[in-house]
């Protein structure tokens, strides 16, 4: 889950590298599985604490990296106060858990994660190469044959006819001209 990258900032040119997570998603999952809770059931407040201390720990991130840790941050308050409400199902049949949403934000970021490492691990191993066979179609002839004798007067030459053959387009005017007098009588 934690890797070591270098960022790059493109106003400075300076090079930083920061122990991150692949997005704020990356984070939060390093975050459950060190509590080693179960994925459905992630205790809102332990892990925004969590999650908050990490920013206010972390210096070297870059601005706009910031911004979407922050944003989860203030999605993990919004479900922590969501839970915090008093909820009666007698009377509210659509009740939802609020953490159902970001559960499957967490689960298919899980799914891709795997995905990557997968396919990552295949790319330099060489396991899911696949080439094509040769195409067996070929032209009658060369491009000396095709091009021939063409010069750049020649190509000049048709490009203006075809320019010439082209109808010019029609312009229609949508803008109609209104008077201040107009618009005032309008009004009234």
Known sequence: MER??????????????????????????????KAEVNIYDIPIAEITEQFIAYLESEESVLLGDL???????????????R?????????????????QELVERLLEHQRFKKYTDLLSGTATSGELFISRKPSQFRLPFGDEELFGE???????????????????????NVY????????IALMQ
Do not use: C, W
């Open 176 to 183: 109609e001209s209104v008077t201040v007098n107009e618009k």
């Open 150 to 172: 063409v010069t750049l007067d020649d190509l000049l030459q048709t490009f203006r006819k075809l320019i010439k053959q082209i109808a010019p387009s029609k312009v229609f």
């Open 67 to 81: 911004t979407e840790f922050y944003k989860m941050a203030a999605d993990l308050l919004f479900i922590k106060s």
């Open 83 to 99: 839970m915090l409400l008093p909820v009666d199902l007698e009377f509210d049949e659509e009740y939802q858990d609020p953490r």
């Open 4 to 33: 070591t990258e270098q960022q790059v900032s493109e106003n400075l040119g300076l090079v930083y590298t920061t122990a991150g997570f692949e997005g704020p998603l990356g984070l939060l999952l390093h975050l459950i599985q």
